[in-house]
């Protein structure tokens, strides 16, 4: 991977951002275990990745799938925000160039003004007339920053908008010993057809975090085999999301409505493995949905080629990725709202804290909240 990449870190954290659509590409624990550098715990993309300004589609749509999302695969990495959309265009979108997930992923971001512990950086999305703006601040001693966004909406409308921070997680970090947490119960499956390796039932309702398996025998035995909770067989009939699936070959996306007692919401994952964990802080009033996205060597189709394990965790205003048409006529789903609006010429602005530690580092949560400044103190 010949990428451009800026360099953001204090004394204990390095994050590595891409000009090139503005994805958080990595992120160096500087002192891990055995006190060496940890690998980066987020997902480098298995094929070649360019810059999302040199695809070219008569030379490149063969190679990473085309319209609408050839040009984000190509140049994907990491921690990806989708905005002003979450999911796939219409069909009208496409014809009119519209891209998954929105620009913000593939448009060219500048760099702002750096001061000592903080950095910035923005871009335009002509398409959506927003504006975004990113400020990473970094804890003057803990492996941890807050990134503040601020998006302006340039038209003299109210628009609705789809906002996902899109985390994803790959190997080494991401193996069958990652576990992940969140503060979740009402959670539902895709709805959609995923293809042949979904291995959870489309539709169905469930309590986090044991997901409903596809039905048949031949399903319920290649998904439910191994899976195991705290060393305990599950039943056949479900999957613990906490962990990947154990199917040789798996997809799937599930939403999770976030339930805390107070504003504060979070997510964790962990893998004891290499003595790594990584969390996430944000407000739930932000973002009240996080979504689960597992592809497990699935995809058949240019750039995957059954060769990808990733998992996403996304926190966002949206429970399921569609078109905005479809996002904003669902309206509500278990009562909570599935979009956002922003006003004329008004802006929204948003914090979270990301960090990352040894596996048994239980004080840096308590860190990270007082870093969020959630509470005021």
Do not use: C
């Not at 001061?115 to 990113?134: C, E």
């Not at 990584?278 to 949905?289: I, K, N, Q, T």
């Amino acid at each position: 991977m010949k990428r451009k990449l800026w360099a953001f870190e204090n004394r204990a954290l390095r994050i590595l951002v891409a000009p090139g659509g503005g994805h958080i590409a990595a992120l160096h624990l500087k002192n891990g275990a055995r006190g060496k550098v940890s690998p980066n715990p987020l997902w480098t993309p298995p094929w070649h990745s360019i810059e999302p300004s040199a695809y070219k589609p008569k030379r490149d749509d063969r190679a990473y799938g085309g319209a609408p999302e050839g040009r984000l695969l190509a140049s994907i990495l990491g921690h990806n925000l989708a905005l002003d959309s979450f999911g796939a265009p219409s069909e009208a979108e496409i014809r009119a160039g519209g891209l998954t997930h929105g620009e913000a992923g593939v448009v060219l971001w500048k760099r702002g003004k750096t001061r000592r512990g903080s950095a910035s950086f923005s871009a335009k999305l002509p398409g959506s007339q927003l504006t975004v703006k990113r400020e990473i601040t970094f804890h003057d001693d803990l492996p941890m920053a807050r990134v503040r966004t601020v998006v302006r909406n340039l038209g003299k409308q109210d628009r609705p908008i789809a906002w996902a921070e899109h985390v994803s997680f790959g190997p080494p970090f991401l193996s069958p010993h990652t576990e992940f947490s969140l503060p979740a119960r009402r959670a539902m499956v895709h709805p959609g057809e995923l293809g042949e390796d979904a291995h959870l039932d489309a539709g169905r309702e469930f309590v986090w975090p044991l997901a409903p398996l596809r039905h048949g025998p031949l399903a319920a035995a290649r998904n439910a085999a191994g899976n195991r909770v705290g060393g305990a067989r599950l039943d056949a009939a479900s999957q613990d999301m906490q962990f990947m699936p154990r199917a040789k070959r798996a997809t799937s996306f599930t939403a999770q409505l976030l339930e805390t007692p107070s504003d504060l919401a979070w997510f964790t994952a962990t893998n004891p493995k290499i003595d790594l964990a990584v969390g996430y802080l944000f407000r739930r009033s932000d973002f009240p949905w996080v979504g689960i996205w597992d592809e497990k060597l699935s995809r058949s189709a240019p750039p995957w080629k059954r060769r990808t394990l990733v998992r996403g965790i996304e926190f966002s205003t949206t429970p399921l990725p569609g078109p905005k048409r479809d996002i904003v006529t669902q309206g509500k789903l278990f009562g909570m709202p599935t979009f956002r609006w922003i006003d004329a010429l008004g802006e929204i602005e948003t914090v979270f804290v990301l960090y990352a530690g040894r596996a048994n580092a239980t004080e840096l949560p308590d860190h990270a909240l007082r870093f969020l400044n959630l509470n005021g103190d």
